[in-house]
T-cell receptor, first 113, second 112 residues
Framework: GENVEQHPSTLSVQEGDSAVIKCTYS??????FPWYKQELGKGPQLIID?????GEKKDQRIAVTLNKTAKHFSLHITETQPEDSAVYFC????????????FGKGTKLSVIP | DSGVTQTPKHLITATGQRVTLRCSPR?????VYWYQQSLDQGLQFLIQ???????AKGNILERFSAQQFPDLHSELNLSSLELGDSALYFC???????????FGNGTRLTVT
């Protein structure tokens, strides 16, 4: 089955700096790669996703890049703000009509004011 | 707010007992997924239903079962509970094929 590795497990940045979180996956059949943000006491919230036919996607301060050959994808957050502090999860999905997402272990991002 | 509603928010019960967790998907979503989140295992896929029918099974124990009703709400039944079943249980829903998943805020289960 699919295996998703996520690094780093914790990340501290100064407010205004950029943050990068990286994930690798094992199953070349995976074709859907979402990123979720989880705040304390809440469920994961979808923040951006990318499909395998796209190499990069951007939404304001958030961007995701995908390298299918190397089987890795990354989340980039620019101009970080304190409210970006949360746990971020990457995931990989098998597609084919349902998304049985396999999640990474998460990255705890702390943005220091 | 994702639009996915889970009840109860917290549940404390004893080993050997049985509990039922409930999920109401977003309006219009036909697919419901159940995930378990624990500190050491992260988010683990349990089971998926689409329009009342089971579509996929993940790492779901035989002591656990689920169903999706005609009104599309879903219930996850956990029986013969063990200490190790203590975790957050999330429900997610999607419109259908190739659609993003939207998660509820979870039910925190504590087995004592």
């Amino acid at each position: 089955g699919e295996n998703v590795e996520q690094h780093p497990s914790t990340l501290s940045v100064q407010e205004g700096d950029s943050a990068v979180i990286k994930c690798t996956y094992s199953d070349s059949a995976s074709n859907y790669f979402p990123w979720y943000k989880q705040e304390l006491g809440k469920g994961p919230q979808l923040i951006i996703d990318i499909r395998s036919n796209v190499g990069e996607k951007k939404d304001q301060r958030i961007a995701v890049t995908l390298n299918k050959t190397a089987k890795h994808f990354s989340l980039h957050i620019t101009e970080t703000q304190p409210e970006d502090s949360a746990v971020y999860f990457c995931a990989a999905g098998e597609g084919a009509g349902s998304y049985q997402l396999t999640f990474g272990k998460g990255t705890k991002l702390s943005v220091i004011p | 707010d994702s639009g996915v509603t889970q009840t109860p928010k917290h549940l404390i019960t004893a080993t050997g007992q049985r509990v039922t967790l409930r999920c109401s998907p977003r309006s219009g979503d036909l697919s419901v997924y159940w995930y378990q989140q624990s500190l050491d295992q992260g988010l683990q896929f349990l089971i998926q239903y689409y329009n009342g029918e089971e579509r996929a099974k993940g790492n779901i124990l035989e002591r656990f079962s689920a169903q999706q009703f005609p009104d599309l709400h879903s219930e996850l039944n956990l029986s013969s509970l063990e200490l190790g079943d203590s975790a957050l249980y999330f429900c997610a829903s999607s419109v259908g094929r190739n659609s993003p998943l939207h998660f509820g805020n979870g039910t925190r289960l504590t087995v004592t």
